[in-house]
């Protein structure tokens, strides 16, 4: 068994999609796209952003089996799974592309391949994280990190933006990293607007540890790009969702 990246026939745009590209070009390589229901693209026609990730692979005796799970953040703030399954099982042994609306329907599929049964799937944890993990974090950078809060507070232009209270918490940041939701930013060409959102994670003297979450959009009267910071993600999701709202 091996790891799949190098002989799946999945591969990634090297430039970045909006979430309409993305679920085109996943449903014009599908075989049975056709079966999706038309409720599922309807909600999929306000995606803001989406992300992916490979789920579990199966590799045996020159056969394998890939399974995606491709996730929309939807403009009312609910979320959106379809799972792809990758396999080279039929005649000629050509990748096929099927996608699938629920994880029992991925699984039904996955069973119906003729693979070797002594070959363990391995799995890998779905990385999509729409709401705030519990697990510890890693990774910060001590640099300069409560003058990067200032300069993101400073930046905010949303009236509800954190106050003095947070400002002086932060002061005593001593590492701080930023994780961007969803990856890349994404565009919504119907409507002309992109959105992005970023945590900015702050460990602090004591140890603790406060994130901000930062809203950068291009919902304003002239195009512009605007920066909103909020303390909770949830917050910065409503902001989302309203700005959204406004221009539609």
């Known amino acids: 068994m091996s790891v799949p990246y190098e002989t799946t026939a999945y591969e990634p745009p090297?430039?970045?999609?909006?979430?309409?590209?993305?679920?085109?070009?996943?449903?014009?390589?599908?075989?049975?796209?056709f079966e999706l229901p038309d409720e599922t693209l309807r909600r999929l026609d306000c995606a803001l952003a989406h992300d992916s990730s490979l789920h579990s692979a199966h590799h045996s005796a020159g056969l394998h089996r890939e399974t995606y799970r491709h996730t929309w953040l939807l403009a009312d703030g609910s979320a959106l799974t379809l799972w792809e399954l990758v396999h080279n099982t039929a005649r000629g042994g050509v990748p096929q592309h099927e996608v699938y609306v629920d994880e029992e329907e991925l699984r039904a599929a996955t069973e119906r391949l003729p693979l070797p049964p002594d070959a363990p799937d391995f799995?890998?944890?779905?990385?999509?994280?729409?709401?705030?993990?519990?697990?510890?974090?890693?990774?910060?950078?001590?640099?300069?990190?409560?003058?990067?809060?200032?300069?993101?507070?400073?930046?905010?232009?949303?009236?509800d933006r954190p106050g003095r209270e947070t400002a002086a918490l932060l002061a005593t940041a001593c590492g701080h990293r930023i994780t961007q939701a969803f990856g890349r930013p994404w565009r919504s060409a119907r409507a002309g607007l992109s959105f992005s959102l970023y945590e900015h994670a702050f460990?602090?003297?004591?140890?603790?540890?406060?994130?901000?979450?930062?809203?950068?959009?291009?919902?304003?009267?002239?195009?512009?790009?605007?920066?909103?910071?909020?303390?909770?993600?949830?917050?910065?999701?409503?902001?989302?969702?309203r700005r959204a709202a406004q221009v539609s």
């Open 123 to 159: 799995e890998l944890p779905v990385t999509v994280q729409l709401s705030p993990s519990a697990a510890p974090r890693h990774g910060f950078v001590p640099e300069d990190s409560a003058d990067h809060a200032r300069r993101l507070l400073r930046r905010a232009e949303n009236t």
């Open 203 to 241: 460990l602090l003297r004591d140890g603790a540890e406060v994130s901000l979450w930062e809203v950068e959009h291009t919902a304003t009267p002239d195009g512009r790009h605007m920066c909103e910071v909020y303390i909770s993600e949830d917050a910065a999701r409503a902001a989302m969702r």
């Open 14 to 33: 090297e430039s970045p999609e909006s979430p309409e590209e993305h679920l085109a070009r996943l449903l014009g390589r599908a075989l049975n796209s």
